[in-house]
């Protein structure tokens, strides 16, 4: 069973800091995707990225984060300045054909922010 | 977007109990899938299932997309069942759109 993973599996930072999450798609995959959870919430997207640029993103992707594939397996989301309210569990997901194949999730980072 | 209503919020069972676990979509969907999240928050996938029917063992889903709706079945029910359950339809964006969740709790 192909498998995405994510590190770390938690981080701790002080607010104001910039936090770098990082993640390794399956290999064949195309189309990749951040997602967070903020405790006892639901899981809401913020970011599908695809062919080296975002193709989506959400309210919540505001100018504090960014994406970037720097190679050709890493995927990783930056935090410029965190937030006591980044707080959540952030996920990676990637796709081999868009929409039309299982989405596989990573383990997710736990972000705290202090 | 598409909305996603998940039903019951939450749902308590006796140990051997049967449960049918609802997802009501809004809108016409490339695929969906059904999740567990275990208790180190990780989404663990039960089932991708856009149309028809499939079953895992004591698990099985169903969704019938013209009526935009999914259901997963848990059957003879354990305590290593307890945790949330998601719906998450995907669109022609590819992005997944979560429900609420189904807060299992299964006692033994």
């Known amino acids: ?114 | 977007g598409i909305q996603v209503e998940q039903s019951p919020p939450d749902l308590i069972l006796q140990e051997g109990a049967n449960s049918t676990l609802r997802c009501n979509f809004s809108d016409s969907v490339n695929n969906l899938q059904w999740f567990h999240q275990n208790p180190w928050g990780q989404l663990i996938n039960l089932f991708y299932i856009p149309s028809g029917t499939k079953q895992n063992g004591r698990l099985s889903a169903t969704t019938v997309a013209t009526e935009r709706y999914s259901l997963l079945y848990i059957s003879s029910s354990q305590t290593t069942d307890s945790g949330v359950y998601f719906c998450a339809p995907n669109t022609n964006a590819g992005k997944s759109t979560f429900g609420d969740g189904t807060t299992l709790t299964v006692k033994p």
């Open chain 1, 1 to 114: 069973e192909p498998e995405v993973t994510q590190t770390p599996s938690h981080q701790v930072t002080q607010m104001g800091q910039e936090v770098i999450l990082r993640c390794v798609p399956i290999s064949n995959h195309l189309y990749f995707y951040w997602y967070r959870q903020i405790l006892g919430q639901k899981v809401e997207f913020l970011v599908s990225f695809y062919n080296n640029e975002i193709s989506e993103k959400s309210e919540i992707f505001d100018d504090q984060f960014s994406v970037e594939r720097p190679d050709g397996s890493n995927f990783t989301l930056k935090i410029r300045s965190t937030k006591l309210e980044d707080s959540a569990m952030y996920f990676c997901a990637s796709i081999g054909r868009e929409g039309r194949d299982t989405q596989y999730f990573g383990p997710g980072t736990r972000l705290t922010v202090l």
